[in-house]
């Protein structure tokens, strides 16, 4: 039987398989993500962006940006139960803490549409993929968004705002810069590397029954680019391997 025409609780049983390293380091990294992402931005948001060098400032951003994007990786491995597959009470904590960090998003509604993701990758029933109707890439996207996101985040992120602003008074330009602009970009990232490149159809067509393909940039690159989710191909065989152990597995493909 073709693996995209197994059940959804095949998914749930196979992301309860133990890893070959089942250890606390899942764990140690996921809080060392959460703990820089929130250091750093605390200290963007009350630092005085005028004293700021300009060159400074948008490396500020793409350095919180890409702190966003290791949330959203970080709650990605929860969903797949490698954060800590121990204790799921804390695996499940820390994967709806990161995407609540991230921009309220609702994890349980995100699990179960990551799993269908892996059920039926480049179909209609893919909540990642496009419409089929074009692979625009910015069409794309904003299916993408659709998909993900709810009117109650919105809500949220304007009262966090308000708050944060009237209650807290930190500059409204400084929540711009560090808490409205990096979350945008860090999905504009985690798109383009983590669905776009890895999911449009090649020219010789899918192969099943991953539909997916690889990005295959030296480790560094990967890394910097979104976290070895480029290693996509790799992820959808073995998806219970976290996202730093996956540039080993693309290694052993490739030797």
Not at 143 to 152: G, L, V
Not at 157 to 169: E, G, M, P, S, W
Not at 189 to 212: A, D, E, M, N
Not at 213 to 234: D, K, M, R, V
Request: hydrophobic content about 45%; overall charge neutral.
């Amino acid at each position: 039987m073709n693996i995209c025409d197994q059940p959804l609780s095949y998914y749930v049983e196979i992301e309860q398989l133990p890893a070959k390293e089942d250890s606390i380091y899942g764990l140690v990294i996921a809080i060392l993500i959460i703990g820089l992402w929130v250091g750093s931005l605390a200290v963007l948001l009350t630092i005085n962006y005028v004293t700021m060098p300009n060159w400074l400032i948008p490396i500020a951003i793409i350095w919180q940006m890409f702190l966003y994007t290791g949330l959203f990786i970080t709650a990605h491995d929860a969903m797949h139960g490698s954060v800590f597959r121990k204790i799921p009470k804390i695996n499940y904590f820390i994967g709806s803490l990161a995407v609540t960090l991230y921009a309220f998003f609702p994890y349980q509604q995100m699990l179960k549409k990551h799993w269908l993701h892996h059920r039926h990758p480049a179909s209609e029933l893919d909540p990642d993929f496009h419409d089929n109707k074009t692979e625009n890439g910015i069409l794309w996207y904003l299916r993408f968004m659709r998909e993900y996101s709810c009117w109650q985040q919105l809500i949220a992120l304007t009262i966090v705002f308000n708050l944060a602003k009237y209650v807290f008074h930190i500059s409204e330009v400084n929540l711009i810069l560090f808490w409205t602009i990096p979350p945008i970009l860090s999905s504009i990232q985690l798109f383009y590397f983590g669905t776009f490149l890895p999911h449009r159809q090649p020219k010789s067509g899918y192969i099943y029954p991953h539909c997916s393909q690889t990005i295959a940039l030296p480790t560094f690159w990967s890394f910097i680019t979104c976290y070895h989710f480029g290693y996509h191909q790799e992820h959808h065989e073995y998806p219970h391997v976290p996202w730093w152990q996956l540039p080993s597995v693309y290694r052993q493909r490739v030797v």
